[in-house]
């Protein structure tokens, strides 16, 4: 089990409180978990907060809103004739989980989802779900050990954001070009590590496009060893990687069973990378 809290606000402080109407407490919560957890109408406040904590912001249709849980512990609950005020605290060792990863866990996590309305990720509410989160989460690669070599962002992924991870060499100069053509084409935006300097150390502001790209690149031309040690990590994390080369020999045995583009670096063949590319990011943005 454990506790869903919906705001209608974003998730900024590592602690913080909330107040809910009492009867939007238990909202979207089973029978049997509701007599379980509210006896007798009443709050088994010790057993409720004895249980992991999910704390989120309503889904919107608002880019500018983004919906993004935490996970976390309640550690106090009070009343008052009309509300209850609830107070968290965060696991700021656990990075935000977008609503939509959630809400695609559905089925496992016991929410309620319905087309129009009054669900589980549009209502403000307290819910108990009968599932356990936390396996949920290691079992979906949603939550995972922090590497000790860098850091993991807590930025959520951008869905507009193709990374791409090649050689920084004036020679892949018409590549790049390409490729950000074919990522305008089907409205993403093309990055890669030398157009931000967010971080002294260079490994993080990778790890950070790596990490937060709805689609990551990676031009394994020329058996690069930066760009291999990047492209494990964009699997590692789970990410939508498309593999290009110039050669066959550039590919890694241990990659070579996975589909990847070939190209030639000439005007034709950079023409027929970049339809390539477009139609594999569209293929990508489908699911």
Known sequence: MFNFLVTGTSITSPRGSLTLPRGRVLLHTSENLVARYAPNGTLDEANLMALPLIITNESTIDPALP??????????????AKDYHVEYILDLDIPPIPNPVLEALAAQLDFVIRKRGFDDFHTNHWAVKDADLFRVL?????????????????????????????????GFNGVITSLRSAANAVGMQCMRADNIWDDDVIIQDVVKLISTARVVICDLSGKNANVFYETGIAHTLGQDVILIAQHESDIPFDLRHIRHIKYLPNEQGLKKLEEQVSTRLQDLLKR
């Open 138 to 170: 290691f079992t979906e690669s949603i939550v995972r050990r922090r590497p000790t070599i860098f850091k993991l962002p807590e930025e959520p992924v951008d869905t507009k954001l193709v990374t791409v991870m090649m050689p920084f060499d004036a």
């Open 67 to 80: 919906a993004v849980a935490r996970v976390g512990t309640i550690t106090k609950i009070g009343r008052d």
